[in-house]
Each structure stands twice: as C-alpha cells, then as structure tokens.
C-alpha cells in the first residue's frame, strides 16, 4: 500500500511518536485489536504482536547464530594456537635438517590440515634434496609480484606449474598460499595447495603463515649453519 504524498508528513509524525514512546500502544487494547499487518509472504503473522514476537525470534536466532560463530572462531583460534606451540616445542628438539623438514611437513598436514604442498627454493640444496629448485621465471610466478618476506595467498599458478609442483593432484586444486623461507641459508618457501577455491583466498589471514615461516626458518638455518 502506497502513502499519498499529502499524508507522509502524518506518517512520518506517527512513526516519530511511536519511537519516542515506545510504550503507547501497551495501554491502547482497542487499537491493538484494530492494528493488522497485511501478508507480505512472512509468515502467518497478522497482528501487530504477533508481528512484533516474530521479529524479536528472529533477531534472537541471527544473535544465536552470530555468537554460535564466534566461540567457533575462538576454538578454532586456540587449537591453531596449540599446533603452533607444539611446532615450535618440536622444532627445538630437531637434531638436524631432515628431522627438521620432516617435523615441519608432518605437522602441517596433521596440525593445519594442509592437502597439498611444495617445497621451492632458487638454487640446489645439497643439504636439502627435497626442495624442487625453480629457475627465476617459475620463481617469480609464485611470488607473483610479491617479496619473498611475508606470507602470500590468492596466488595464481598456471597449469604447467602446477603440474610441475604438484604432480597429477595439481590439476584440482583451486587456491594456493606461500609460506616464506627466507633465511641465511636458504631462499625458498613452502607452497600450499588446496581444492577449495577459498582456503587461500586473497583475504584469508596470512599472519598464521608468517609465524609458521619465522619458527621454520630459524630451524632450518640453525642445522644448515656450518659447524
């Protein structure tokens, strides 16, 4: 139902005094009884109290739903916070490289759920037979503009490197995030790969990554270091 324009300034006058007494229509059960709400597809609701109980159950259900999503985030944030100290317990106790590495890819893939990863580097790493070394154009792919100092996602990698990285399994994944290795001894990186489009989305946090790199740089240039 549309307001003719001579009677906005009524309406408007109506809604203003509603707002500031709130409780007016408490008292006003003739008005209660005659006051109906049309069916706009709703619901069943047609009184105004009727109306106004289903708005509040609905607010009451978009609070539960939000406060639901928030204790989900802190458990999730305290239980990444525990892989990522035991990480760290672990790592001091690695006796050389490839306890270190091993220790690092077993606990990204139990601790974080990691599906798929690479490990890069810019050179060959005799110490580190592992990690593929990439030549500077695949490199800068990668990076994709990006230094290699900070945690990077929403990278775009083309089918070729992806086979090249990831095997058969590149061809499924949709999203990919680097972890830095940028250490003394070591120009590299960790590339994650995942099949759901926004596990690494430009968005996603990269701070979780960061940490992960500081803890497994340190590690790595601790037993690459010359004795």
Not at 9 to 36: G, K, S
């Amino acid at each position: 139902m549309t307001i003719a324009p001579e009677t906005d300034d009524q309406a408007d006058q109506v809604r203003a005094y509603l707002r500031q007494h709130p409780r007016f229509l408490w008292d006003q059960e003739d008005l209660l009884h005659t006051l109906t709400l049309p069916h706009v597809g709703r619901g069943s609701a047609s009184s105004l109290l009727e109306r106004q109980a289903q708005v509040l159950r609905e607010e009451n259900t978009r609070l539960r739903q939000r406060i639901t999503a928030l204790l989900g985030a802190a458990q999730q944030n305290a239980a990444l916070g525990l892989h990522l100290s035991d990480l760290a317990t672990e790592l001091l106790q690695t006796p050389d490289c490839t306890t270190t590495l091993n220790t690092v890819i077993s606990r990204l893939r139990e601790g974080f759920q990691v599906e798929e990863m690479a490990l890069i580097t810019r050179a060959p790493m005799a110490d580190l037979p592992q990690f593929l070394p990439l030549d500077q154009a695949d490199f800068q792919e990668v990076l994709n503009g990006f230094p290699l100092l900070r945690a990077a996602t929403g990278l775009t990698l083309s089918p070729a490197l992806r086979s090249t990285l990831f095997g058969v399994a590149g061809a499924g994944l949709e999203s990919f995030a680097l972890i830095p290795l940028a250490g003394q001894h070591l120009q590299g990186g960790i590339l994650l790969g995942s099949q759901h489009p926004g596990r690494y989305a430009e968005d996603a946090g990269a701070d979780l990554l960061d940490q992960i790199a500081r803890l497994v740089t340190a590690a790595l240039d601790r037993c690459l270091t010359p004795c």
